[in-house]
Nanobody
Framework: QVQPVESGGGLVQPGASLNLSCTDSGRIFLGYTVSWFRQAPGKEREFVAAISWSAHNIYYEDSVKGRFALSRDNAKGTVNLQMNNLKVEDTAIYYC???????????????????WGQGTQVTVSS
């Protein structure tokens, strides 16, 4: 069973960078699309970015395009989200997730995902 575990969150100033990691304690990330979502206080969980199992396809929402970079190392069972030039509006709990299947790629609805991590807090504040 896929068991995502996130790490790397923290408190940073605007313009700073953070690297979030998602590891699969079940060691079977290979073959799965992995996505990042975020949820700010009082808001719905929103899709951020997705990477296909081969890393040949990567998708970013417009709000993070050009600032965030997604990569994966299937040998290590890790997916990394490099976040640069962070903004106050990036403040949220960030979740790593994987779906068993999807109707169209990338799957952007949280309801399409069976496997979720516990989340890691990212706070951007001056």
């Amino acid at each position: 069973q896929v068991q995502p575990v996130e790490s790397g969150g923290g408190l940073v100033q605007p313009g700073a960078s953070l690297n979030l990691s998602c590891t699969d304690s079940g060691r079977i990330f290979l073959g799965y699309t992995v996505s990042w979502f975020r949820q700010a206080p009082g808001k719905e969980r929103e899709f951020v970015a997705a990477i296909s199992w081969s890393a040949h396809n990567i998708y970013y929402e417009d709000s993070v395009k050009g600032r965030f970079a997604l990569s994966r190392d299937n040998a290590k069972g890790t997916v990394n989200l490099q976040m640069n030039n962070l903004k106050v509006e990036d403040t949220a709990i960030y979740y790593c997730a994987a779906p068993e299947s999807w109707k169209s790629w990338p799957p952007k609805s949280p309801t399409e995902y069976e496997y979720w991590g516990q989340g890691t807090q990212v706070t951007v504040s001056s």
